[in-house]
């Protein structure tokens, strides 16, 4: 089946609310393909549209094309005569699929007789071995609706589904309110199905189905397709900030990071009446958010339209319309081709004298990514921080903000660079003069960039900096002196700092690393849902394997002045492909280390973990490995002889 | 359904129409008994009925006596309903007289504007949103708020009056030895404007209901999925849809019964047909209480067997049902 | 809700022609008898005779001024209809209440007694009562609510379950709420759409007997009604008066109902969800 340039708009009294904007999909057959979307999406609508199912008020354009049949206009008669015996669906609502008054044989049995297909007796006996094979007996089966269990009515309607053997089968939420078992028994059936030539649309928003039995997925936003993507790489490659968003937001078996939302919100109410000035109605989109600067919470389908909730909007994004445009193996709505880069930090290098700080090291951060640089004192940590926030000055190499060379940007305008960035350091008290107060500390950054000229803006914005880092706002409060405030309070009177002139990038060195741990745990709760409501992009920087578990999406192990691993936490985590990162996981366990040298000098031919590793050959003491992908491309290592 | 489960809940349904039919009985027996003083000489010396001595005191005694409850129900059963003093005849021959004219009117009545108001309600809520359908509800919903008396009245003067098509009375035209072809029509004849009458006092409400009970069925999500199935459009409305509008029907159906049958002793009377309404009109302006006393507990018991006979009904149509309700 | 039940009353048709009619209908019971320039017992007048300036409805066979009648007969009906529905939805509420909020055995005893209640016909029971009993109208309209209460009750009390377990009523119970502060503040307001319909319902079926009953003569001859008068008006069918004496009641009868019902339509398409769609 291939959908062409389908557009559904429901016109409703004098409203006319856009459903689905020229969708494109093709369901090739014995394969999967998942539609990911929450509700608002479109998603049900569009499953509809394939059995043409939509009301009366719905006006379409565009093409449904059934082996070449075109459908998309087709009569009610022209409909039925593909329904369920080339295109079936396995709706929602479980058990309010089935008729209440007729036994369930019989509902199973019934397309077969009405199509003309079957005599009675034949289509009974087919029916029951449909169920039969559903693990559902022959008494069971001659019972009402209501009589039957949760598991066995899905399955049901599974077989009801399956009984014509249609060429296109569209589930929506197949595995909803299942138990395991059950839910392993259809994921099996479908995919079975598949295995015979049945080409598979799977409507859904759990994340962990698309991904274990899809083979491309497709996520679907207020409408519009935002990304096609191979279903490998839904939760460790997504080129779009809302399927990054998602997967994020999604409780996952295969993400390590605590949940965030979107920031913002979409839903639809039809609560408005719209005419123009010519009588005519204009479709559009309806989108409730907290920003009230869309026309009363409209979307006109002009512009992205995940722009208000997006990490990394630019100006053009509320302007002009985005097409689908192809990244490799995806295809990415987004004007800035997919999740853009914040940073990047190409080949840079520092010495200091003889010692090598940082050896040549490439880096990148994604926007809205929370990037965590692990290692031990001394591995360089913190001077690729540095390097990173714009404070020290590379001896080689480039470096890019937002796709901006920083160099020329630091010495064109630095103030303006620095107020891009914000950084947290690791000792609050060290980090703020005892001389200020808190409102002055807080202050700072706008006073000495510059960015306001009335007193009263600069207030607001360190009155809301400090509501974000839910200290207070009394007077008295803002006239406290450091010494007054305990540690807790005081880094946050810094991250309030480091935010007051909205950055967009936040570098924080060992930011929690001298707090008691529940004053850490609740910082550190408080910079995830900063950096999800403000978009940040942050750069963590820890010790603690623990911290960087809970906080991040991608991590860097560093070892003497080296990033040796660079990948997905839950890859780098689970599966550590430098021994390196596999001791010091061991260690952050707890586990008893065969007995470790101490870093000796520093070699400065082979690889600096050599005379550590278990696994060193000659070749590791004389050659400096390479960066080499780990299967995934974003999982790199630096060794001869990687795990896993 | 355990065989066992629904015998046990029948026995209850029978069991508690029993109990109310023994209650009505009950009342019917003993309500004379309530009657203040001497009322019988009040009561017939206004009346146009004359009693000699003997018949009075016959009927005082009847309603003084200390007649056994027991006899009272075995005298009923047997028929032995006592004597009619305004019509001078035994109340039993009264009432089997007038029953078949009553059955044969209020029983057609019923059963076509449920069979008919049920294909329309069906229908229009299939075509809901469509003119004809906006028009059928607004319509009905005015000629719901007829009364019957109001109905009966104006069928009487402009078709039996006025236009002279159809008799202004009776149930066949009287004193005429008739072959029973040409009977049948002549009862026909005369049944149409009462028929007609009652089936327009019933006809909203059974459209209605169906109508709007149909169109809570059509949005269930078993309806689509039967679309989906690509079934022809004629069995989702009946098979599926309809079979499951009919049970607020029913249901309503045994709650109004017993209201409907007011309108319908009306409508007899209006019309002076020969039934069981006509006949307790007379008897009450004759004051013949006990012919009154007949009459009001044999539709009693007529409306309750009506209604048992309607649990069953439920219970068949709806597998749900689990316990007497 | 209730803010938005408000506005589509208004703009509701059945409502609004309901309601108007209601108003004029009122108008008439309340002022009306004093526009009855006769005394409608008034025998006193030349029977059967043509309407003219001084009866504008003529006469009837006893001599009586007609629209004397009329005045006082729609006037008893409405009273007969609206006190019985008024007894008849206070019991109603009370019984489902105390079911609702006891259940347990009160709950279990009075349901099977209203079960009884409504598989005997009442008309039967109150047909019964007026022959033999004579009573006066107010007895009638009591012995008719102590019959029809059981539908209200059975209404309520399910509504009533449902809000008593409703978060907002668990809630004030959290807070210490004595159960006379939850049935007044939070049960009955929300049981307020289903005494419009019930009460609606109920008046409307009252008058429909009213009228029922005084045509076929079971109330005190002397008393005006609007069946009685329809009554005695038929057996002069043949005569020409039937235009002045027949059809006034039964348009005025008709009218009565229909107002009623319009008004309990539309209400029950406000305020019963399920039904907002279907109407």
Sequence with gaps: MTIDQWSVTYRVNDHALLALDEVGLRLVPGSITALVGESGSGKTTLGKSLMGL???????????????????????????????????????????????????????????????????????????????????????????????????????????????????????????????????????????????????????????LARNMADNVAMLYLGQVMETLPAKDLLTNPLHPYTLALGRSYPSMETLRDLGGIRGDAFYRITHRHSEKNGGVRPHTHVIGTEPSHENGHLHPK?????????????????KA??????????????????????????????YGDFTALGTTDMTLQAGEIFCLVGETGSGKTTLGMIAAGTLSPDQGNRMLEGRDMDRWIRQDYRSLAGKIGVVYQNPAEAVSHRLSVFDIVAEPLKIQKRFREKGEMRQRVLRALTDVHLSTDTSFLGRYPHELNMGALQRVCIARAL???????????????????????????????????????????????????????????????????????????????PYTGLLIAGARGETIAAVKPPGGSNSRGCPFADRCERAREICFSRFPEMGGVEETRHLVRCHFPMG | MKHSQRNSRHRQYIVAYLLAALVMMYVSYSVPRWLPGDFVTAMYSSSHVTLNAEQEADLRAYYTQRQGFGRYLVDFFTLNWGYSYAFLTPISELIREALPWTLLLLGTAHLLSMVVGFLAGVEAAWRRGRVIEKAGVGSMTVLEGFPEIGTAVILLLVFALHLGWFPAAGGETAYVEQSFGRWALDVTHH?????????????????????????????????????????????????????????????????????????????????????????????????????????????????????LALEFVYGWIDPRVKHAS | MHRDARRTLGGDPWFVTGAALALLLGLLVVAGPFFAVHDPHDMSFRPLSAPSTEHWLGTNDGGMDILSELLHGIRNTVVFGLVTGMIALVVGVLIGLVCAWFGGVTDHALMRFSDILLAVPSVMILILVAAFFRPSPLVLSLVLAGLSWPTTAKAIRAQALVVKKSVHVVAARQMGASGAYIITRHLMPELFPLYLIGFAAKARMAMFMEASLSFLGLFDPSRKSLGMMISYALKYYYLDIWWNWLIPPILCLTLLIMAVTFLAVSLEKVFDPRLKEAL
């Design chain 1, 303 to 319: 512009g992205c339209l995940f722009q208000p909730r997006c990490t990394q909007s630019i100006g053009p994004c509320c302007e």
């Design chain 2, 191 to 307: 049944l149409a404007l009462p028929l007609l009458t009652l089936l327009l006092a019933y006809f909203p409400g059974n459209f209605l209901l169906t109508r709007g009970s149909m169109v809570m069925v059509l949005k269930e999500h078993f309806i689509e999925t039967a679309r989906a199935k690509g079934l022809p459009s004629l069995r989702i409305r009946y098979a599926h849809a309809a079979r499951n509008a009919l049970l607020p029907m029913v249901t309503r159906f045994g709650l109004r019964i017993a209201f409907m049958v007011t309108g319908a002793l009306v409508v007899e009377t209006i019309y002076a047909y020969p039934g069981l309404g006509t006949l307790l009109f007379n008897a009450i302006a004759m004051r013949d209480l006990p012919l009154i006393q007949g009459i009001v507990l044999l539709s009693s018991l007529m409306v309750l067997f009506v209604n």
């Design chain 1, 322 to 351: 985005v097409q689908l445009q192809d990244v490799g193996s995806h295809r990415v709505r987004c004007l800035r081709g997919g999740i853009a880069m914040q940073l990047e930090l190409m080949q840079v290098s520092k010495r």
């Design chain 1, 500 to 578: 007051v002139s909205g950055p967009s990038m936040v570098v924080a060195d060992e930011p929690t690393s001298s707090l008691d741990p529940s004053v850490q745990a609740k910082v550190l709760k408080m910079i995830l849902d900063l950096q999800i409501e403000k978009g940040l992009t942050v750069l963590f920087i820890t010790h603690d394997l623990g911290v960087a578990r809970k906080i991040g999406d991608r991590m860097g192990v560093m070892l003497a002045g080296r990033l040796v691993e660079v990948g997905p936490t839950v890859r780098v985590m689970g599966r550590p492909a430098h």
């Design chain 1, 54 to 208: 939509l009301p009366e008020y719905a006006q379409v354009k565009g093409h449904i094309k059934l082996d070449e049949q075109e459908m998309a206009g087709a009569s009610e008669e022209g409909w039925n005569a593909v329904r369920w015996s080339e295109v079936a669906m396995l709706f929602q609502n479980g058990p309010a699929n089935l008729n209440p008054v007729h036994r369930v044989l019989d509902q199973v049995a019934e397309p077969l007789i009405q199509h003309g297909r079957r005599s009675k007796a034949e289509a009974t006996a087919e029916a029951e071995k449909a169920l039969a094979r559903m693990k559902i007996d022959s008494s069971q089966a001659r019972r009402f609706p209501h009589e039957l269990s949760g598991g066995e009515i899905q399955r049901t309607l599974l077989a009801m589904t399956l009984i014509m053997d249609p060429g296109v089968l569209i589930l929506d939420e197949p595995t909803g309110a299942l138990d395991a078992i059950t839910k392993a028994f259809v994921s099996r059936i479908i995919l079975d199905t598949r295995d015979q030539g049945t080409a598979v649309l799977l409507i859904t928003h759990d994340l962990d």
